[in-house]
């Protein structure tokens, strides 16, 4: 069997050689504390973690003491919901977040629910958008926290954070965004959006896993959260911890090749994602393409095929690595509540299937996917006239 091409680059990506080789002298000799600045161990290692954050928040135009170093885009979701939760709970214990969540929010808001918060969760559009004037008439007098996330995991649908991110500012209620899908693919300029805090991740652009970073705005006005993590006072205290310097490192790097490369890449994907989406849907006519076309990430394409139940469909591309729905809830035999959110039934939900396009994907392997997928549903109908 030839090599599989790898369509999965939601669920993580590969690390760029070129990451790899920034984190290499961090992993060796490299290999100083952080935090121990009275030698020039130390010293080397603060400066490679500043520099990194220098990169980050200059690619969300904010300042670098605004981004804080976690473990990933769970932990900073975890540190902003129950942070932000916990210290307004004598102004409010009313949160609005959407149906179309990752679990990082979706769990993280049921745990506060069990504790005594309320959560709104409010439903999507047939598109997979929210509409922002449901986000202001859900706004109470209790509402501390919005949080809706930039780009979708499974559909790779683009929400208008700037609008919620205005109307968020003229309730006074702050407004976090999980970025993980969008972080450095799309360019955010998190003050012109009036977000408060967006949780982002190293592994979905090509950095290690491992490390992420929350922004939390300092002014205007400053956030202000409930320590979720209690030790060395690292990271302006917001997370103590000693700080996984290689990690940092290869974060700052990754992020300085996708915006340098950003509109180039978006560009290629974004044509072999169409080309895909095309073939596909004129050999057959009866695949839906799940979530909006044009508000969407380049490198996204989520499908179902009609009567093909999913598992069929991944039988029959054994060569392709793609997802059944997000990384996370593929192992369930539920059908993803994303999909399910669109208005689907249960039974066309469990067709679904995601492709999601990378860096190292080139045009043969786009060409080559295309004809192996066509091949899986002509066989997948084939077989199942047969039994008819
Ligand atoms: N949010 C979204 C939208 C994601 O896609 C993911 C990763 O699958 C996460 C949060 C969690 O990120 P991490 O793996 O860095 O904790």
Same mark, same amino acid.
């Given at each position: 069997?030839?090599?599989?091409?790898?369509?999965?680059?939601?669920?993580?990506?590969?690390?760029?050689?070129?990451?790899?080789?920034?984190?290499?002298?961090?992993?060796?000799?490299?290999?100083?504390?952080?935090?121990?600045?009275?030698?020039?161990?130390?010293?080397?290692?603060?400066?490679?973690?500043?520099?990194?954050?220098?990169?980050? !928040?200059?690619?969300?135009?904010?300042?670098? !003491?605004?981004?804080?170093?976690?473990?990933?885009?769970?932990?900073?979701?975890?540190?902003?919901?129950?942070?932000?939760?916990?210290?307004?709970?004598?102004?409010? %214990?009313?949160?609005?977040?959407?149906?179309?969540?990752?679990?990082?929010?979706?769990?993280?808001?049921?745990?506060?629910?069990?504790?005594?918060?309320?959560?709104?969760?409010?439903?999507? /559009?047939?598109?997979?958008?929210?509409?922002?004037?449901?986000?202001?008439?859900?706004?109470?007098?209790?509402?501390?926290?919005?949080?809706?996330?930039?780009?979708?995991?499974?559909?790779?649908?683009?929400?208008?954070?700037?609008?919620?991110?205005?109307?968020?500012?003229?309730?006074?209620?702050?407004?976090?965004?999980?970025?993980?899908? +969008?972080?450095?693919?799309?360019?955010?300029?998190?003050?012109?959006?009036?977000?408060?805090?967006?949780?982002?991740?190293?592994? /979905?652009?090509?950095?290690?896993?491992?490390?992420?970073?929350?922004?939390?705005?300092? /002014?205007?006005?400053?956030?202000?959260?409930?320590?979720?993590?209690?030790?060395?006072?690292?990271?302006?205290?917001?997370?103590?911890?000693?700080?996984?310097?290689?990690?940092?490192?290869?974060?700052?790097?990754?992020?300085?090749?996708?915006?340098?490369? %950003?509109?180039?890449?978006?560009?290629?994907?974004?044509?072999?994602?169409?080309?895909?989406?095309?073939?596909?849907?004129?050999?057959?006519?009866?695949?839906?393409?799940?979530?909006? %076309?044009?508000?969407?990430?380049?490198?996204?394409?989520?499908?179902?095929?009609?009567?093909?139940?999913?598992?069929?469909?991944?039988?029959?591309?054994?060569?392709?690595?793609? !997802?059944?729905?997000?990384?996370?809830?593929?192992?369930?035999?539920?059908? +993803?509540?994303?999909?399910?959110?669109?208005?689907?039934?249960?039974?066309?939900?469990?067709?679904?299937?995601?492709?999601?396009?990378? %860096?190292?994907?080139?045009?043969?392997?786009?060409?080559?996917?295309?004809?192996?997928?066509?091949?899986?549903?002509?066989?997948?109908?084939?077989?199942?006239?047969?039994?008819?």
């Amino acid at each position: 069997m030839s090599k599989p091409i790898y369509l999965d680059n939601q669920a993580t990506t590969p690390l760029d050689p070129a990451v790899l080789e920034s984190m290499l002298p961090y992993f060796n000799n490299k290999f100083g504390n952080a935090a121990s600045t009275h030698h020039s161990f130390g010293h080397e290692a603060k400066e490679a973690v500043e520099k990194s954050r220098e990169i980050i !928040s200059k690619e969300l135009n904010t300042s670098a !003491s605004e981004i804080v170093f976690t473990s990933g885009a769970t932990e900073s979701i975890n540190l902003a919901i129950k942070g932000v939760s916990e210290k307004l709970k004598e102004k409010g %214990r009313h949160i609005i977040t959407q149906v179309t969540e990752h679990n990082a929010v979706l769990d993280t808001c049921s745990a506060l629910e069990r504790r005594g918060w309320e959560i709104t969760k409010l439903p999507v /559009k047939q598109d997979g958008r929210i509409d922002p004037r449901m986000i202001e008439d859900a706004i109470r007098k209790d509402t501390v926290l919005v949080t809706i996330m930039h780009a979708n995991n499974e559909i790779g649908v683009i929400q208008p954070v700037r609008e919620i991110g205005d109307i968020c500012k003229r309730h006074g209620v702050y407004f976090l965004v999980d970025a993980s899908q +969008s972080f450095a693919k799309i360019s955010v300029d998190a003050k012109e959006i009036n977000i408060d805090l967006l949780a982002f991740t190293a592994h /979905k652009i090509y950095g290690p896993k491992g490390i992420g970073a929350l922004f939390i705005k300092k /002014k205007n006005p400053p956030v202000e959260l409930e320590l979720q993590m209690d030790g060395g006072g690292h990271e302006r205290g917001f997370r103590s911890g000693t700080l996984p310097v290689a990690l940092i490192v290869g974060f700052g790097k990754a992020v300085e090749l996708c915006s340098r490369d %950003r509109d180039a890449e978006n560009k290629r994907l974004k044509q072999y994602r169409d080309q895909l989406i095309d073939d596909i849907m004129t050999a057959h006519t009866d695949v839906i393409l799940n979530g909006s %076309r044009e508000q969407r990430l380049s490198n996204n394409l989520n499908l179902c095929f009609p009567g093909i139940e999913a598992e069929t469909m991944i039988m029959n591309m054994k060569n392709i690595a793609c !997802s059944t729905g997000s990384a996370c809830t593929s192992a369930s035999l539920e059908p +993803s509540h994303v999909i399910k959110a669109l208005g689907y039934d249960t039974e066309l939900a469990h067709t679904a299937i995601r492709f999601s396009l990378g %860096r190292f994907n080139n045009a043969d392997e786009i060409a080559a996917a295309g004809k192996m997928i066509i091949n899986a549903a002509t066989a997948a109908k084939q077989k199942k006239s047969n039994y008819l």
